[in-house]
């Protein structure tokens, strides 16, 4: 269900709720009326009626009869007259008021008073007089039928009318809302036209500096990716461009941590400020203006997940003890029912920038690979260093290996590690290990030749 639909339903429903509230002061109203005037004019017929009833009832039944068809039909009451046996010998006509309609039974029940019955009696017969209130409940039912008519057509205007202003006014933050949708989805090409109003049109220009931005980032990403694999053929070229591309993974890691970073955080801020102040006066653009703030939030996290996988910051910061201890707490975080063990005792070893970068790639490719292919439940990471070596070993207790070993095609992050690992004049080694699992284990001299 859209938000635009969910307004109008609210305010279609207050509407209602107000038009049965002023529909049940109405019909009390009416009913008081009723009441008020079908009791008065039965009590102000009786009390003439019994005057005047006496002197013709002395000179005789027909003498009455003749007085009763002389007055003729008396407003909100009907007239009977009868004989000392109880006959009928008049009723008064029915009113020519509406003559052929009724209101509904349960209506005319609904706002009619008690019935009412005055009785005269007198020595030849007996005069009743009794309330009627069928008149005054025709007249009340049309004002019904009149105000439910309008309440109808207030209702349709008040929910277009609502329908069309909620629709102009968040049909920006939609087009916001779907612009992130497009880009989370992979499309980084998507741009947002000038936006009305001043937060909407702000929200647009940051938005659209940010796919600029990214778009920069991603096609340097892109023509890294293609002069690796162009100059892979030789091991020197492969190490000065893998050399190349870890600066410009890092630059961009950078980049995406400050520049981006601040402009998701400044939109995030600029939505959450846009929501504060417009949630007295208009609910429903506070509520977009939060959608926007979640999807930023959650652009934010998938950047951040982003920036571990293009280079390790924490390795230039701290070093690769608490590098690996940062890949190791996110893949725990990541596996639920994961248990992972690190052990690092590097001693007085003194690990080259360019070779700690390749431990930290050798663990991130054995652990991957451990829990794609090896399906593994625990996973050991043991390093152990020297003043002349450093030695990686990951463990784990997956499926194993392929029978067969590693199928020629595939399995290339493993191919470019062993050669990343003999360009620094180290060995790799992948081996089965009882009763199942795997092992990966990577030394790494350190000496000047290596460097």
Same mark, same amino acid.
């Given at each position: 269900? !859209?938000?635009?639909? &969910? ?42 009626? =019994? ?10 039944? #027909? ?14 009451? $009907? ?13 008064? %006509?029915?009113? #020519?008021? &509406?003559?052929?309609?009724?209101? %509904? ?33 025709? =007249?009340?039912? $049309? ?28 049909? #920006? ?20 036209? #000038? ?46 461009? =893998? ?72 390795? =230039? ?13 996110? !893949? ?7 248990? *992972? ?52 070993? *990951? ?22 590690? !062993? ?7 180290? !060995? *790799? ?23």
């Amino acid at each position: 269900m !859209t938000l635009r639909l &969910k307004i109008n339903l609210i305010v279609g429903a207050l509407t209602v709720l107000f038009m049965a509230g002023v529909l049940a002061l109405q019909l009390r109203s009416m009913r008081d009326s009723v009441h008020e005037e079908v009791v008065a004019a039965n009590r102000v017929a009786s009390q003439l009626l =019994d005057r005047t009833a006496w002197r013709y009832a002395a000179q005789g039944t #027909p003498a009455m009869l003749s007085f009763l068809q002389g007055i003729g039909r008396i407003r909100s009451n $009907d007239v009977t007259l009868y004989d000392a046996q109880g006959n009928e010998l008049y009723r008064s %006509p029915p009113s #020519p008021y &509406k003559a052929g309609r009724d209101a %509904p039974a349960w209506f005319e029940a609904l706002i009619s008073p008690p019935l009412s019955v005055q009785a005269i009696a007198f020595p030849d017969g007996k005069l009743e007089v009794r309330a009627n209130a069928s008149r005054a409940a025709v =007249d009340a039912w $049309d004002y019904v039928l009149l105000l439910a008519g309008g309440a109808a057509a207030l209702l349709v205007a008040v929910n277009l009318l609502v329908f069309w202003l909620v629709g102009r006014t968040v049909r #920006p933050f939609g087009q916001i809302v779907g612009a992130l949708n497009e880009l989370q989805g992979g499309r980084f090409d998507v741009a947002l036209p #000038p936006l009305p109003g001043r937060e909407a049109g702000a929200i647009g220009a940051a938005f659209n500096r940010m796919v600029g931005e990214l778009q920069g980032h991603i096609e340097t990403e892109r023509r890294a990716v293609r002069a690796e694999l162009q100059l892979s053929d030789s091991r020197e070229l492969t190490r000065w461009i =893998d050399h190349h591309i870890e600066q410009e993974r890092r630059m961009i890691a950078r980049e995406l941590h400050d520049e981006l970073g601040q402009s998701v955080t400044a939109m995030r801020s600029m939505a959450l400020s846009i929501a504060q102040r417009t949630e007295p006066t208009d609910p429903q653009a506070a509520q977009a203006a939060r959608v926007i703030a979640d999807e930023s939030s959650r652009l934010y996290d998938a950047m951040h997940g982003i920036i571990p996988r293009l280079t390790p910051l924490v390795l =230039d910061n701290f070093g690769l003890a608490d590098a690996l201890g940062d890949l190791l707490e996110r !893949t725990r975080r990541s596996h639920a029912g994961l248990t *992972l063990e690190m052990h690092v005792d590097l001693g007085t070893a003194r690990v080259p920038a360019e070779a700690a970068l390749t431990l930290y790639r050798a663990a991130q490719e054995g652990i991957t690979n451990a829990l794609r292919h090896g399906q593994a439940a625990r996973i050991v990471l043991e390093v152990a260093g020297s003043a002349d070596a450093v030695r990686l070993t *990951l463990s784990d207790d997956g499926v194993g290996l392929p029978a067969q070993g590693l199928p020629r095609s595939g399995h290339y992050g493993l191919r470019w590690l !062993t050669e990343r690992v003999e360009s620094l004049h180290g !060995t *790799l080694a992948l081996a089965p290990v009882e009763p199942h699992g795997a092992q990966l284990a990577v030394h790494l001299p350190l000496n000047p030749e290596s460097e």
